[in-house]
């Protein structure tokens, strides 16, 4: 059974930092593109960051970019979102994702995404 389980997160002030982690289990971890999409109240769920299965590639949201940083170690199964100057309106649930999709401009999607992690929620006091 495959588990995607996501810490981090919290509340912090505008310009701060966070770190969400997400912990995947019950499969071959580095056969998966990774991602982070995130859900504003009111809105629909946004693509963040993607990282292909190897590390070598990335891509990122126009809005999120040069600020975040998505990684991954496959030794420990586990993918980050390392978030600077975090701003008001990066306030969201994040949540991480697993395609099996080749790494490319498609993995914006969210429908091409098989696996979720629960949520965990962003609060950015401006």
Known sequence: QVQLVQSGGGL????????LSCAASGLTFSNYAMAWFRQAPGKEREFVAVISWSGAS???????????????????????????????????????????????????????????GQGTQVTVSS
């Open 12 to 19: 912090v002030q505008d310009g701060d930092s966070l770190r």
């Open 58 to 116: 990335t891509f990122y949201a126009d809005s999120v970019k040069g600020r975040f940083t998505i990684s991954r170690d496959n030794a420990k199964n586990t993918v980050y979102l390392q978030m600077n100057s975090l701003k008001f309106e990066d306030t969201a649930v994040y949540y991480c994702a697993l395609s099996t999709r080749a790494f490319g401009p498609s993995l914006k999607i969210s429908a091409y995404y098989l696996g979720w």
